[in-house]
């Protein structure tokens, strides 16, 4: 089983940058996608970001590309996903997750294997 823990999450002001990082461990880690999702109050879980097992492709959702920029550094045992947000609007406001799908790429949450437990992202004006 997957375990992914992220981290980075708080409160900024409009404008500003967040990094947002995911850990990924457990048996074949390596071979999985890992996505950054996020949902806000009332609304469905939207895709943001995915890095492909290699680090090579990426994938943005429109309302983050040219703002937002995915990584991956896969070590021997965890792999470190981050995720830099720039120019932050109130709209980004959410539950920022993790996810991991095993090999192939997908946008929507039900295809994913495994989450993180997330991390509250608030940009205030």
């Known amino acids: 089983q997957v375990q992914l823990v992220e981290s980075g999450g708080g409160l900024v002001q409009a404008g500003a940058a967040l990094r947002l990082s995911c850990v990924a461990s457990?048996?074949?880690?390596?071979?999985?996608?890992i996505a950054w999702f996020r949902q806000a109050p009332g609304k469905e879980r939207e895709f943001v970001a995915g890095?492909?097992?290699?680090?090579?492709?990426?994938?943005?959702a429109d309302s983050v590309k040219g703002r937002g920029t995915i990584s991956r550094d896969n070590a021997k045992k965890t792999s470190t996903v981050t995720l830099q947000l720039n120019s932050l609007k109130p709209e980004d406001t959410a539950v920022y997750y993790c996810?991991?799908?095993?090999?192939?790429?997908?946008?929507?949450?039900?295809?994913?294997?495994?989450w993180g437990q997330g991390t509250q992202v608030t940009v205030s004006l």
């Open positions: 457990g048996p074949g880690f390596s071979n999985y996608v």
């Open positions: 996810a991991a799908k095993f090999l192939s790429w997908g946008r929507v949450a039900a295809d994913y294997d495994y």
């Open positions: 890095i492909g097992w290699g680090g090579g492709s990426t994938s943005y």
